[in-house]
């Protein structure tokens, strides 16, 4: 098994700020993603990485995968109470692992 | 994406019943899975659904405990037996097609075994 380690656990920031998650392993991954999950809900897909120094934008969060496609991290620009969430890193091909999660709150 | 969807939503069961969860797909998916997300943790693969054939188990999860059908390529079942409190958990499908990297998740049944 792949293991994910995500940091930090909790974030808790005021609205506008900026902040990051990241997302890191010993084992080389074939593609990570990031979801974000709210409470009662079942995760929403973010984004996939698959290359070796990818970076993606989705409005205001940026994501980049590593050169050596073992970490991650998700930058959240002028943060927004709807941002608030559970955000988790998976990695592998059809069977994902998941990191532990970071509960991101963004205070208005 | 596909549109997926759970039930029941959530249940309140009595150790050492049996509970069946149902997820279905809007469209003809390649690829279910099964996920558990105990409370306050991450989420854990459990199987992955085999049209026509038996399920692939994870290490630690047994088909006696957890077994799984799926007739079609838009249905699949999990059934959660024999449960104890141990079993409380948000239980999730997802589906993935052909060769793409992506997964999408249904909204998760919430079951708590008293």
């Known amino acids: 098994t792949q293991l994910l380690e995500q940091s930090p656990q909790f974030l808790s920031i005021q609205e506008g700020e900026n902040l990051t998650v990241y997302c890191n392993s010993s084992s080389v991954f074939s593609s990570l993603q990031w979801y974000r999950q709210e409470p009662g809900e079942g995760p929403v897909l973010l984004v996939t990485v698959v290359t070796g120094g990818e970076v993606k934008k989705l409005k205001r969060l940026t994501f980049q995968f590593g050169d050596a496609r073992k970490d991650s991290s998700l930058h959240i620009t002028a943060a927004q109470p709807g941002d608030t969430g559970l955000y988790l890193c998976a990695g592998g091909h059809y069977k994902l692992s998941f990191g532990a999660g970071t509960t991101v709150t963004v205070r208005a | 994406s596909a549109v997926i969807s759970q039930k029941p939503s959530r249940d309140i069961c009595q150790r050492g019943t049996s509970l069946t969860i149902q997820c279905q797909v809007d469209s003809q998916v390649t690829m279910m899975f099964w996920y558990r997300q105990q409370p306050g943790q991450s989420l854990t693969l459990i199987a992955t659904a085999n049209q026509g054939s038996e399920a692939t188990y994870e290490s630690g999860f047994v088909i006696d405990k957890f077994p799984i059908s799926r007739p079609n390529l838009t249905f699949s079942t999990l059934t959660v037996s024999n449960m104890s409190p141990e079993d409380s958990s948000i239980y999730l499908c997802?589906?993935?097609?052909?060769?793409?990297?992506?997964?999408?998740f249904g909204p998760g049944t919430r079951l708590t075994v008293t």
């Open positions: 997802s589906v993935g097609q052909g060769s793409s990297y992506e997964q999408y």
